[in-house]
Structure formats: structure tokens, C-alpha cells
């Protein structure tokens, strides 16, 4: 299959930068700068993936100290989604 074919990003990639970065925060704490998370994660649309999350409710995105600040503060959905990355074959 060719790449034009694939489109410019494949759905797959971006369940995982939605994954990255959701995981990021989770591990994080505390609310995050959203240049951090890019740098940190590697994910250079963040602003696509952080308004995903932030759509379904996920994350929080808000503005704090003039500072914009990305962070995952749904405690059950927290730990669910840290106890299935710690029972998963993907995890190294």
C-alpha cells in the first residue's frame, strides 16, 4: 500500500500520541505546560491531540499564572488506564 494511499497520518498514530500523552500527565501529577509535554513526549501537533482529550473530557486544559497547563485529573479513569498499562504486553 502506498503512502498517498495511507493519507498523511494513519488513525493508529494518533490513538497513540492521544495514549503518549494521556499517560504523560497521568504519570506527571500535576498540570503540565503544554510546550513540556511536546518536548517530553515527542508529539509535535499537541494542540490536536490535547483538544481530543480535552473533548472527550479526559484532560483539563486551562489557563494558570498566565501559563497554559494540560492535566489529567479523572482519578477512576487514572487508575484504570495505569492498571491496564501495567497488565499490558506493550508496556516493556
Not at 8 to 30: A, H, T
Amino acid at each position: 500500500m502506498s503512502a498517498a494511499r495511507l493519507g498523511p497520518k494513519r488513525p493508529n498514530d494518533q490513538v497513540c500520541s492521544r495514549r503518549r500523552l494521556l499517560c504523560y500527565l497521568i504519570e506527571s501529577g500535576k498540570p503540565v505546560n503544554p510546550t513540556l509535554a511536546r518536548s517530553d513526549t515527542g508529539i509535535r501537533d499537541i494542540k490536536a491531540v490535547a483538544d481530543r482529550l480535552a473533548s472527550l473530557g479526559v484532560i483539563s486544559r486551562w489557563i494558570r499564572n498566565e501559563e497554559a497547563t494540560h492535566f489529567a485529573g479523572c482519578r477512576p479513569l487514572n487508575n484504570f488506564i495505569t492498571a491496564e498499562a501495567n497488565n499490558s504486553c506493550l508496556t516493556p
